[in-house]
């Protein structure tokens, strides 16, 4: 048996960052979990272009799937309104803040959920995974 770490960058339409509109949100692709997967931690960072101000904050949620409770033949992923809230970024604290989290892996993937709470700048984010394989 074998213990490996593994790296992997968390995607925005296939970038590896996204900036979100003011008072908008933005969803990532989705994350698998390797099935080998036991334990894993996320990174994420919020990054704002101008000057910050209070209130200047980013929510992040993971939107977890355990697959197709309906049987619809695709991946279904919680709603934006029920994921897990792992984190609020304040960029007028740290800019860019950044914030480590250990996530469950008992799912099958995830996608991950940036609001931004400023009302006048885009913020831009960004995340990778860290997981612990057993092999």
Same mark, same amino acid.
């Given at each position: 048996?074998?213990?490996?770490?593994?790296?992997?960058?968390?995607?925005?339409?296939?970038?590896?960052?996204?900036?979100?509109?003011?008072?908008?949100?933005?969803?990532?692709?989705?994350?698998?979990?390797?099935?080998?997967?036991?334990?894993?931690?996320?990174?994420?960072? @919020?990054? /704002? +272009?101008?000057?910050? !101000?209070?209130? &200047? #904050?980013?929510?992040?949620?993971?939107?977890?799937? *355990?697959?197709?409770?309906?049987?619809?033949?695709?991946?279904?992923?919680?709603? @934006?309104? /029920? +994921?897990?809230?792992? !984190?609020?970024? &304040? #960029?007028?604290?740290?800019?860019?803040?950044?914030? *480590?989290?250990?996530?469950?892996?008992?799912?099958?993937?995830?996608?991950?959920? @940036?609001?931004?709470?400023?009302?006048?700048?885009?913020?831009?984010?960004?995340?990778?995974?860290?997981?612990?394989?057993?092999?």
């Amino acid at each position: 048996m074998a213990i490996s770490k593994s790296n992997t960058q968390v995607t925005w339409s296939s970038a590896t960052s996204k900036s979100v509109s003011s008072s908008g949100n933005e969803t990532s692709d989705a994350h698998t979990f390797s099935s080998n997967s036991v334990t894993a931690m996320i990174t994420i960072k @919020a990054n /704002h +272009g101008g000057t910050p !101000a209070s209130g &200047d #904050t980013v929510d992040f949620f993971l939107l977890y799937t *355990t697959g197709d409770p309906d049987a619809a033949s695709s991946d279904e992923y919680d709603t @934006a309104g /029920h +994921g897990m809230h792992i !984190a609020t970024l &304040d #960029t007028n604290t740290d800019n860019p803040a950044i914030k *480590t989290v250990e996530i469950p892996v008992s799912a099958k993937g995830f996608k991950v959920y @940036a609001k931004n709470n400023d009302s006048n700048s885009a913020i831009t984010v960004s995340a990778e995974v860290y997981e612990t394989i057993i092999s």
